[in-house]
């Protein structure tokens, strides 16, 4: 997440298709266990964490549809409160 704030893109995020431009999600390891993290940079000038859930797969499998479904809610109200 430093590197989005500085501006940049990390190697690891990878673009949330179908959720806007500025949407990134990416794997991170912890504690022995993997998580998807995903955020958005475009919105005020800011970095904002939308969700973050345990990654099931070790493969690259798509996200499931509650977890795209629960990210397009809170992206939904979080460019409401913005405005």
Excluded: C, N
Aim: charged share 30%; no cysteine; proline share 5%.
């Amino acid at each position: 997440m430093t590197i989005a704030a500085e501006g940049a893109k990390a190697d690891i995020a990878k673009p949330m298709h179908g959720l806007g431009s500025g949407v990134f999600g990416m794997a991170l390891p912890f504690h022995g266990d993997a998580y998807r993290v995903v955020y958005a940079v475009q919105l005020a000038e800011e970095i904002w964490v939308i969700h973050a859930f345990p990654k099931k797969s070790t493969r690259a499998v798509k996200t499931p549809k509650r977890e795209i479904d629960l990210i397009k809610d809170r992206l939904k109200r979080l460019k409401e409160m913005l405005r």
